[in-house]
């Protein structure tokens, strides 16, 4: 069995991995009508060797290609919409449709078309034309590549179907199993992406949902068809408390602001630090207080680890001091108007910079 090449111009198909003479083969591309093999260590040349496919991932490209090209199809024939570019992702693939919109029922007719067509067990053929061959000009392709040699592949789903194309197929479209279209999304250019799964990967996918949804199940105490609205539930009580959340804080910060005020330690520099709170409940502290004579340090987060600080205090002494705050608590920040503060990596270095305030204090304290 023969490595698939890396995708090429008309076909979006990743390539084949696998080992040669069990070395693993990590990528193989396309260089005119040869193949070059890249793998993890050398071979001799002139080496009797024994080729083995990654059937799994080669059988999963199949699919995916072949149902690529199914939807292709029925989506031309159903609305007339040309397909102007496809990528076979590792998760999910994607069929850019050119078209500016697509409906929540188009979708579903589509679905329904391919599935019923894989439920009639169409066969997938392949055939080999000759350049010079007329009926190549009656099948559908985006061209062929600048250095093409030999002659035209041509993949035909009987009766739906025919197409220029290098990539893997199924023999039969039975062996997709199932196509399931995910969705669509905003495409480029005023075009529309189709997002599907065929085959094992719809089995995978339903067997991941099916998992989330049995944990769904556990944690919200409720059957699958009430999720929905537990989890609204849950939603809007969590705001709820998140907004008596954010009053309390506020009140909590204006408490501590006039404690802070009418603190016998009150002057020079004053700190404070909690592990609750956000920038609004620095900054209200610091505007109950509203003293331009007193440096104040605030920090909120983890004791040791990254929080957020507000320098306050007289104009000239926050423009100086600010940065070296941010600097000694590895983090950044920026400021104006007698206010510096921003986000810190090393809360434990505040004695550092309570040091550091008091050091500047005193200096001016001395030349005064």
């Not at 940065?323 to 004695?351: D, H, I, N, W, Y």
Request: proline content about 3%; some cysteine.
């Amino acid at each position: 069995m023969a490595f698939r090449c890396q995708r090429d111009s008309y076909a979006r198909e990743p390539d084949d991995h696998g080992t040669i003479n069990d070395i693993s083969v990590l990528r193989v591309t396309r260089r005119g009508a040869q193949a070059d093999h890249f793998t993890q260590t050398p071979l001799a040349p002139g080496t009797k060797v024994q080729v083995r496919v990654d059937w799994e991932r080669r059988f999963d490209h199949m699919q995916q290609h072949s149902g690529q090209h199914l939807i292709t199809a029925v989506a031309d024939q159903l609305f007339g919409w040309k397909t102007t570019s496809w990528e076979l992702g590792r998760v999910r693939s994607v069929i850019e449709l050119d078209s500016p919109s697509v409906t929540a029922e188009q979708v579903v007719a589509i679905e329904q078309s391919v599935n019923e067509k894989i439920r009639a067990r169409l066969p997938v053929n392949v055939r080999e034309l000759s350049l010079d061959d007329p009926e190549v000009e009656q099948v559908r392709g985006r061209g062929l590549p600048d250095d093409h040699v030999g002659p035209v592949r041509v993949v035909t789903i009987e009766s739906v179907d025919a197409n220029m194309c290098c990539g893997t197929h199924v023999s039969n479209l039975s062996d997709l199993q199932v196509i399931k279209i995910l969705g669509i999304e905003k495409g480029k250019k005023n075009k529309t992406n189709l997002a599907f799964l065929a085959g094992n990967r719809v089995l995978k996918w339903m067997e991941r949902s099916h998992g989330s949804e049995k944990a769904l199940t556990t944690l919200l105490k409720c059957g699958a068809e009430d999720h929905v609205e537990a989890v609204k539930k849950l939603q809007n009580s969590t705001k709820l408390l998140q907004k008596n959340n954010l009053n309390l804080l506020r009140d909590l910060a204006v408490h501590v602001a006039h404690s802070l005020r009418n603190s016998p330690d009150w002057g020079g520099v004053v700190t404070l630090h909690r592990k609750e709170g956000d920038s609004e409940f620095m900054n209200i502290i610091a505007n109950e207080i509203g003293s331009e004579e007193t440096l104040l340090f605030l920090t909120v987060g983890d004791e040791k680890g990254a929080g957020l600080f507000l320098l306050a205090g007289p104009t000239e002494a926050v423009e100086t001091l600010g940065p070296r705050v941010a600097e000694v608590l590895e983090g950044k920040g920026a400021g104006k108007k007698g206010r510096f503060q921003g986000k810190a990596t090393r809360m434990s270095r505040r004695a550092e910079v309570q040091a550091l305030l008091q050091d500047y204090i005193s200096t001016q304290s001395a030349e005064e």
